[in-house]
């Protein structure tokens, strides 16, 4: 067991080093060459199962969601033209749409089928890292991102209950509190504003603008683990509580440039890279040659992405058509949703071994390819 986790965290040291450095010569995106180190190192037997790097790559995910939350404008969102919400809802709608058609025209499992349409903004904080968060289409991505967020993570959280109490007034429970949560974490925002608005002080008091302890980091953090905490005694989707914790953080400490500099740094310098990596060493490289694999994973990416780019069409009014097809590529990434859902489906018998191996391999080729044609469309 102690060899194991030796051998483990050497492995990751050095993955988490060198990954900068291999995606630099290949000239592809980090955290797609994260991900295919780890399936490689967990192929070759150097990484294995471990409570302790499950746990720590699991702090990772909510963590970059945290992050992608810290990417949030709300201002901008607020007060973003009518027509540019407008055209952002039925970009979503005109998503879910071909996604859910083409699933049914290609008789699809009815958990793929559910599984097309999600959004996840977590790779955009990734995203806005590289390119920076002032790129037209990476603010365009964020509103259309979060609207489809909270959607897919409600989505999630009613499919988690059904699967494993049915339609019962279980359900109806969990989705009660859902409801009460979003409208509780509405008021607290609306309050906290009022009170910042009336003793503005508070704010410095929270985050000093001289500070030698790191208090803006220390609250951060904080919040961030009192929102899970939040989650779990709800029994309600972790990655919303992180969510939430880094919209409010973006949301009354925006004036504070330096502390998201610092809260990304650590994430994209060794939490995230965990996470990624994980999701690599998930996949078992041996099922590549499970008849149906590649091709099952390939037509569920090839619908998926189309669906967006067809979708996007709704977008090029406001944004142009380059900015459309960007927005588009950026919201093809719902990695840890899809992740979440082949998991759940698979466990509760909901999903064949199959159809779940097509999903995690199509969350992976989804990274791969929409990363790579975003670096092409911008360079």
Known sequence: MIHNSITIILTLSVLIWSSPFVAK???IPTPAVEIILGSFAAYLGFIGHNEYFDLV????FLYLMFLAGMEVDLKQITKSPRHVIRRSVLFLALMIFFSVSAGFLFDLNAIVIISMPLISIGLLASLSKTYGKTQ??????IIAGVLGEILSIAALTIFDAASTTGFTIELVIKIGYLTLFLLAVYLLYRSLHLLFWWFPELKSILVPKFDTSDQDVRLSMALFFIMIAVMLYLKLELALGAFIAGVAISAFFHHEKKLEEKMSSLGFGFLVPLFFIHVGASFDLASLKVDGVVSGALL?????ILSRILAAVSLKPVSGAKNALLV???LS???TLLVAVATIGYETKLLDLLSYYQLILASIFEILIAMILIKILQD
């Open 57 to 60: 790559a699991e702090v990772g």
């Open 300 to 304: 569920i990416t090839a619908l998926m």
């Open 328 to 330: 588009a590529l950026a």
């Open 25 to 27: 010569t290949l000239r």
């Open 136 to 141: 037209p289409w990476i603010r365009l991505a």
């Open 333 to 335: 990434m719902p990695l």
